[in-house]
């Protein structure tokens, strides 16, 4: 949630408290190891727009921040 617009990462860590928010964002491509580019944050606390892969897809910001990137130099 923290990725500066623009800005590309990897994905190191997911959380796993949660097993169903784990579920949710496996089925939206969010796991170890994945390159992912921040394209936007949402206005007013609204979703992130990321793109991983080909896709760009809302990520909601309490489900962003289970999410540890480590950022492309």
Known sequence: ???PEGDT???RRVGD???AL???LAEMGLVPD???EMIG???FGGPLRVRVGGAVIEVPPD???AVR????D
């Not at 990137?69 to 492309?72: E, L």
């Open 1 to 3: 949630s923290e990725l």
């Open 9 to 11: 990462a990897t994905v």
């Open 17 to 19: 408290q949660d097993p």
């Open 22 to 24: 784990l579920r949710y």
């Open 34 to 36: 994945v390159a992912v």
């Open 41 to 43: 944050h949402g206005a």
């Open 63 to 65: 489900a962003a921040r």
């Open 69 to 72: 990137v480590s950022p492309h």
